[in-house]
């Protein structure tokens, strides 16, 4: 492995790199089946994922025809590290058995543990005998939709092949590791003003937001629309606040302290509803929501932008949606990907039909869809929204940050990259696009650990 990363900081030639040695075995974080059942008569908060994210050797697997292999330099927390590390709603091995069941190569994701991370950057090693468009060498990130191009459904939008999977989370060989193998239509170009962190951390929430907000295919936005954002700083948040900036919107961010609320001026959004401050209670108990705290919020949307949201970007679920449905505006959209607080949801019909609101669904996001996102990226249109970098060693302890709502951004993990900082091969578009950008979240997590 050492001389792997050597060659990559050398920036070796594609047949110097063709020509390395490929361990047998390499570091991976992951979880065990026999531990699905270790939290047991816990509550959700109560478990832990440093119990359950191991880091130590795994065989490397066989490489189909349409794959890659990638010395992954950095890697990203999601969401669905930590419900694959909690085993909520279910162990994610049952999707294992059933990729597993599927073909011969299937079969090969069909361990006693699994390797998770759906987020990365790195250098391509070695590729199958039917990949054409890259070769050793190639600096990369990944997106995470894993799709079967033999499903005739895969080919209108991909996300709709009966077979689509999260690459990660319903796969195998993740990201957080060392090395991974994903199919070669997973990879992108590695903007090269970034580094390897900023790099690995957004394929996954900004292309999810991206398709959320401005592809066809869930709500896209015009020019002048008002845009209501749940989680303003979180994963999806962050990038769904700049995508509406940088599309002529404008957007509402809803974050919980004062610190969030801060970040989200720096970015640009001025209309900020801190809604820990405010004390919305939308429920005024398990069973029951109070509709006139969905009025005060809908009078404070009102208060700061002067009209209610044509859209609003849903991902807290059940604690939230009621509230969403009720603030949109007549004939506006709620868009929603997600259910973090709950997926039983309820809201009031009437305020969705009586006044022709609409509720559509939307789910990561096709190859196109990440790639013209990743474009975004290497163009300095939007940037990173990185706040803390972690070694892999600290897997379960990022991951247990994000379960708790204790980040902001993104948390990236550094694999085969020793340090902070490397990766960067484009100095002067880097200083084209701002230093001070593109470190934003990173400079305001380490002011408010060191105030003074
Ligand atoms: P994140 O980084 O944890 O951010 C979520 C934000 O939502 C938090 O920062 C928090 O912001 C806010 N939030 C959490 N609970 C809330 C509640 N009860 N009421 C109101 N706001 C709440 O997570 P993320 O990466 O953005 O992901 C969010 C959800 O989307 C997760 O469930 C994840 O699994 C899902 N997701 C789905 C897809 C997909 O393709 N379908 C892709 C990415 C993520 P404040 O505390 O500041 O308000």
Redesign the pocket.
């Known amino acids: 492995m050492d001389e792997i990363l050597q060659a990559i900081e050398a920036e070796a030639s594609s047949e110097e790199i063709a020509n390395l040695t490929i361990p047998e075995s390499y570091r991976a974080a992951y979880v065990r089946r026999d531990e699905t059942e270790m939290f047991e008569g816990l509550e959700s908060w109560e478990k832990d994922p440093r119990k359950s994210l191991h880091v130590g050797d795994v065989p490397l697997p066989e490489t189909a025809p349409d794959e890659v292999v990638v010395a992954v330099m950095a890697s990203a927390i999601?969401?669905?590290t930590?419900?694959t590390s909690i085993f909520e709603p279910l162990p994610t091995f049952g999707f294992l058995d059933r990729l597993g069941r599927e073909s011969e190569w299937g079969a090969r994701h069909n361990l006693d543990y699994h390797i998770v991370g759906s987020d990365g950057s790195g250098v391509v090693l070695r590729t199958g005998s039917a990949v054409r468009s890259y070769k050793p060498g190639d600096r990369v990130t990944i997106h995470c939709n894993h799709v079967d191009d033999q499903d005739p459904f895969s080919h209108n939008d991909s996300m709709k092949a009966s077979n689509q999977r999260?690459w990660g989370f319903e796969t195998n060989f993740g990201g957080l590791a060392d090395l991974t193998v994903v199919k070669a239509n997973q990879l992108m170009p590695k903007p090269a003003h970034l580094t390897w962190e900023e790099a690995a951390v957004n394929a996954?929430?900004a292309s999810?937001s991206y398709?959320m907000l401005v592809s066809n295919h869930a709500a896209p936005m015009k020019q002048g629309d008002r845009v209501l954002v749940?989680?303003?700083?979180?994963?999806?948040?962050?990038y769904a606040i700049q995508l509406v900036l940088n599309g002529g919107g404008v957007p509402v961010g809803?974050?919980?302290?004062p610190e969030?609320a801060e970040l989200l001026n720096e970015m640009g959004c001025e209309a900020v509803i801190d809604?820990?401050a405010e004390g919305y209670k939308f429920w005024s108990d398990e069973h029951t929501q109070d509709e006139s705290e969905w009025r005060r919020f809908g009078k404070q949307i009102r208060s700061l932008i002067g009209e209610d949201p044509d859209i609003v970007f849903e991902?807290?679920?059940?604690?939230?949606m009621g509230a969403s449905v009720f603030a949109a505006k007549r004939g506006g959209t709620v868009v929603t990907?997600?259910?973090?607080?709950g997926y039983m949801i309820e809201y009031d019909n009437r305020h969705l039909w009586m006044k022709l609101k609409r509720i559509v669904s939307?789910?990561?996001?096709n190859y196109e869809e990440a790639w013209r996102m990743n474009k975004l990226l290497d163009d300095g249109a939007i940037v990173p929204i990185m706040s803390d970098v972690y070694a892999l060693e600290d897997v379960g302890l990022a991951a247990n940050q994000?379960h708790h709502?204790l980040?902001?951004?993104?948390l990236a993990v550094l694999c085969l990259s020793p340090e902070e900082g490397r990766g960067v091969t484009d100095q002067e578009k880097r200083e084209r696009v701002g230093e001070d950008r593109i470190t934003m979240f990173h400079r305001h997590a380490v002011a408010n650990v060191n105030p003074e």
């Open positions: 999601n969401f669905n930590v419900w999260i996954l929430c999810t398709r749940w989680g303003a700083t979180g994963g999806l948040g962050g809803v974050v919980s302290s969030k809604r820990k991902h807290p679920g059940r604690q939230t990907c997600a259910a973090t607080s939307s789910h990561f996001a994000v709502n980040h902001e951004g993104k």
